[in-house]
């Protein structure tokens, strides 16, 4: 299944350099997370990448983060939960990994991303940053999953743009703040995909 028929916003250019990068990472010691799956899109692209018996736990609370909501701008009818009375974009996310064959590689994880990182206990060797965009969950997470990541392991923050006019600023505070703290460097960036290393592997 091409992960681009899946509901999403991440391009095909991004998803590619997502899988390369987390096979860059194959040597390292750790486990594969994202934060922000939606409806699996990249979820699909980051399984895809694993070795046999590896997992990418998918973390999300499948409520859909800001602009999801209604009358946010990127609001999908298809996603609202009549009963619930919310978004609920978990049973597409279970579809889609099911009809790409990835179930054995994939671990929905369903929840608040920073409430799991503060009792989790797996060094990361690639981690996956697209959760809520406003600036306090955008910081919140990073705060939480930044101090999890493997010397060596890579971090790809989605929707990193230079210019203020081409999107929300969050992501870029992020990265700038990852740059700032000594511990990160940047490598490359693919579309909004900014990728970066946590230093301290070799020197
Ligand atoms: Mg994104």
Redesign the pocket.
């Known amino acids: 299944m091409d992960p681009q028929t899946v509901p999403g ?2 391009s095909p250019e991004e998803g590619y350099a997502l899988a390369e990068s987390v096979r860059s990472t194959r040597e390292i010691a750790g486990v594969v997370v994202e934060i ?1 799956a939606y409806c699996g899109r990249s979820t699909l692209y980051l399984a895809g990448a694993l070795t046999t018996g590896a997992l990418v736990f998918s973390i999300d609370h499948h409520r859909g983060s800001e602009e999801h909501q209604p009358g946010g701008g990127y609001d999908d009818p298809r996603f609202w939960d009549a009963d619930a009375g919310c978004v609920d974009t978990l049973p597409s996310f279970r579809a889609n990994v099911r009809a790409s064959g990835l179930e054995d590689r994939v671990a929905a994880v369903v929840g608040e991303a920073a409430a799991i990182g503060r009792v989790w206990a797996s060094p990361v060797r690639f981690l996956f940053l ?1 959760g809520g ?1 406003s600036r306090r969950a955008a910081l919140q997470d990073w705060r939480v999953w930044s101090r999890h990541m493997a010397l060596g392991g890579v971090v790809a923050i ?2 990193v743009f230079a210019r203020p006019a081409e999107g929300g600023r969050p992501p870029h505070d992020v990265f700038t703040l990852a740059c700032g703290s000594g511990l990160f460097a940047p490598t490359h960036r693919v579309g909004s995909c900014q990728f970066l290393t946590r230093l301290g592997a070799s020197g």
């Open positions: 916003f991440l922000g697209d965009h989605h929707d």
